[in-house]
């Protein structure tokens, strides 16, 4: 996987939320004071003009304080999306059935902030609904006892 270019500084928000410029993006208030890793330089901590706090690119993300890479990250979340189960997911991304659960938790509840942020003020006319296949198993007994053969 390329590594991607890093979004402009006016993509960010400033993280504390004391400061008058809290969430307010493109402010012109962040600058980039260091690199979270300084081998790698894939990560940098801005720090904000108005209040002085220094945060991570990733902070309010779920991809904060991430151990995963981000070909691995990526993947994990596409799989995810596709509606793959934990265990599958965990087995085609390798990693452990707990971390595939705990970004599905952190995944969908950005996911959830971010839409009820981005979609306000619609006016639904018309909706429909896609069906979603799925397999219910049953491992007990037969619900009717089963026919004789005569």
């Known amino acids: 996987m390329a590594e ?5 500084l006016s993509a960010f928000g400033c993280q504390n939320a ?15 004071h260091s690199w979270v890793d300084r081998q790698t330089k894939r990560i940098r901590n801005l720090r904000c003009r108005t209040c002085r706090r220094e945060f991570s690119e990733r902070k309010g ?16 979340a596409q799989h995810l999306a596709e509606g793959d189960g934990i265990r599958k997911t965990a087995r085609l991304v390798q990693v452990d059935q707990n971390t595939v ?30 069906e979603m ?18």
């Open 61 to 76: 993300t779920p991809w904060y304080q991430s151990r995963l890479s981000p070909a691995k990250g990526v993947a994990l």
């Open 18 to 32: 004391r400061c008058p410029d809290f969430g307010k993006k493109g402010r012109g208030n962040l600058y980039q």
């Open 101 to 130: 659960m705990r970004y599905n938790r952190l995944l969908g509840a950005h996911g959830q902030t971010l839409h009820q942020a981005r979609v306000q003020h619609l006016r639904v006319r018309e909706a429909q609904g896609d």
């Open 133 to 150: 296949w799925a397999f219910v198993g049953k491992k007990r007994r037969p619900l009717r006892p089963p026919r004789s053969r005569r």
């Open 4 to 8: 991607q270019d890093p979004l402009p």
